[in-house]
């Protein structure tokens, strides 16, 4: 039995490394149309490259647009860890937590 590692205890390298090989996985099980285990490892892939970021470069009251889903944004009330917790606009005002490796600065740009 092998002991996973935590994301948060990994080096830089390692991480890359594990993303690397999360991809990778991901991209057969795309190709053998096993959609559940490609939506897991691609979420995988999501999490490790959060811990990549630096949480501090991610304010609060800042609208950022969310990668892969065009048109959406998503403003953080607070930050936890390397979750970004908050609403996404024009939605139901329902409070969600987003990995920050999700976020890219929008073109709608800061506050709101």
Do not use: C
């Not at 830089?12 to 690397?20: D, F, G, R, T, V």
């Not at 979750?83 to 740009?109: C, D």
């Amino acid at each position: 039995m092998t002991t996973e590692k935590r994301y948060s205890t990994m080096t830089e390298q390692e991480l890359k490394q594990e993303i690397a090989t999360l991809k990778e996985k991901a991209r057969k099980a795309e190709q053998l149309g096993i959609v559940n285990e490609f939506a897991v490892l691609e979420r995988k892939a999501i999490m490790a490259e959060a811990y990549l970021l630096n949480p501090k470069d991610f304010k609060k009251g800042t609208v950022y647009a969310i990668k892969h889903d065009p048109g959406v944004y998503f403003k953080i009330d607070y930050l936890n860890g390397v979750f970004a917790w908050g609403y996404r606009l024009g939605g139901e005002k329902e409070l969600e937590a987003l990995p920050i490796s999700l976020l890219e600065q929008s073109s709608k740009g800061g506050e709101a």
